[in-house]
C-alpha cells in the first residue's frame, strides 16, 4: 500500500474505533463486539486498498505491455527497411530495348495476332541496375513448329547487353508485353516487362 493509502487507513480506524467506543459507554455494544468490529472494519479496508492497488499494477503492466509492442513492430519495421535497402544495393533491371523493324515485318506480326499466334519483335535486354541479374530468361519461337518456348540468356552483369534476340509477346486481354524474367542475388524473383503496340505505320 502506498503511504497516503495507508494514513486513510489509521485515520478511518481510529475514527471508527473512537464512535465504538463512545457506542460502548452507555452498553450499546460490549468490548468484544467493539474489537471484531474494528477488525472487520479493518480487514474491509484493506482489501479494498489491495484490490485497488492490483488494478494498477495490471493497469501499469498493460501500459508496459503495448509499449513493448509498439518497440518491437517499431524493430521489425526498422530492421525490413534495412533489409529492402541492402536488397536495393544489389537490385539488377533488364531493359527490353525494343529494334527498329521494317513497316512491312511489323505488319506481319501484327498479322500473327489476329491469326491467333504469338507476334515477336527483335530485343536487346541491357542491365541498368546495379547488380547482376542472374538466370535471366524470356520467351522464343521455334521457327520449326511455332511453338513457344523459354530461352536462357544466363547471367546479365551490371551495364551489359544481350546479343539481338527476337523475343515472343505475351498477350493478356488486349494487352501485348515483351517479358524478362532474372533473380538478383539473393534469389529473389524479378521481371521487367514493355508494353508493345503492333501497327504497321505506328509501333513503339
Known amino acids: 500500500m502506498r503511504r497516503n493509502e495507508i494514513i486513510v487507513l489509521c485515520v478511518a480506524a481510529s475514527a ?3 464512535v465504538l467506543i463512545g ?4 452498553d450499546v455494544i460490549n468490548a468484544a463486539q ?9 480487514l ?16 501499469a503492466t498493460r ?11 517499431a524493430s521489425m519495421e526498422m530492421a525490413r527497411e534495412m533489409k529492402e535497402q541492402t536488397y536495393d544495393a544489389f537490385r539488377p533491371v533488364i531493359d527490353i530495348v525494343k529494334m527498329p523493324m521494317e513497316p512491312m515485318e511489323m505488319a506481319k506480326q501484327a498479322y500473327c495476332v489476329g491469326e491467333g499466334k504469338f507476334p515477336e519483335l527483335p530485343c536487346i535486354l541491357h542491365n541498368i541496375g546495379v547488380g547482376p541479374a542472374i538466370g535471366v530468361s524470356s520467351f522464343i519461337i521455334v521457327p520449326s513448329s511455332d511453338e513457344r518456348r523459354p530461352w536462357d540468356f544466363g547471367t546479365i552483369a551490371v551495364g551489359e547487353k544481350t546479343l539481338e534476340k527476337s523475343l515472343s509477346l505475351e498477350q493478356t486481354g488486349n494487352r501485348m508485353a515483351l517479358v524478362a524474367y532474372y533473380k538478383d542475388v539473393y534469389g529473389r524473383d524479378i521481371e521487367s516487362r514493355r ?3 503492333l501497327d504497321k505505320e505506328k509501333h513503339s
Open 44 to 59: 474491509v479496508l484493506v482489501t479494498a486498498g489491495y484490490v485497488r492497488r492490483t488494478a494498477e499494477i495490471a493497469e
Open 23 to 26: 457506542l460502548t459507554l452507555p
Open 195 to 197: 508494353e508493345v503496340t
Open 16 to 18: 471508527l474505533a473512537i
Open 63 to 73: 501500459g508496459q505491455a503495448e509499449a513493448t509492442r509498439r518497440q518491437a513492430d
Open 34 to 42: 467493539c474489537i471484531e468490529i474494528i477488525i472487520t472494519f479493518v
